[in-house]
């Protein structure tokens, strides 16, 4: 123990990081549980796997044209909202460990876009996912939204 201690006073923080960070790859890509997982896996997503493997989160995956397939955690009895929300920032990470420097504008992603679940369109922010029949393991798609027609009247 006492020379895991000398080799650990010898070393740089950068160098003890790195060390860290590799032994941590090499542990995540070892574990059955885990090896599904990113490398670079924040605790925000260590977390959210743990809720899952608990029953307390779901998983639902987001089908974006031409684009990956974004996997999303969420509680069980989220609301669409929050659901944009969690997707938002999923969607962040997912960019970050590309080293993307887009800006996305969710306003007018959800302005454009509506959620579509097997036909289903998600469009009450307030209602809980599951009253539309959303579960696990359930792949949801971005669907343009219809302009509605305005009625003129001529006087």
């Given at each position: 123990m006492e020379s895991v201690e000398n080799i650990a006073n010898t070393l740089s923080h950068?160098?003890?990081?790195?060390?860290?960070?590799s032994s941590l790859c090499t542990l995540i890509s070892c574990d059955s549980l885990l090896s599904d997982l990113?490398?670079?896996?924040i605790l925000e997503e260590v977390l959210s796997q743990i809720a899952v493997e608990h029953g307390q989160s779901i998983t639902i995956y987001?089908?974006?044209e031409d684009e990956p397939v974004l996997k999303v955690i969420v509680p069980q009895n989220i609301t669409v909202l929050s659901l944009k929300k969690a997707i938002a920032r999923h969607f962040e990470i997912y960019q970050q460990r590309i080293n993307?420097?887009?800006k996305i504008s969710w306003k007018y992603i959800w302005k454009t876009y509506d959620l579509n679940y097997e036909g289903v369109?998600?469009?009450s922010?307030?209602?809980?996912?599951?009253?539309?029949g959303v579960t696990n393991k359930v792949t949801l798609t971005?669907?343009?939204k219809r302009k509605k027609k305005q009625l003129i009247y001529l006087t």
């Open positions: 950068d160098e003890l990081l790195e060390i860290t960070k990113p490398t670079d896996i987001v089908l974006r993307s420097k887009v369109i998600l469009d922010d307030l209602c809980k996912i599951d009253d539309y971005f669907k343009k």
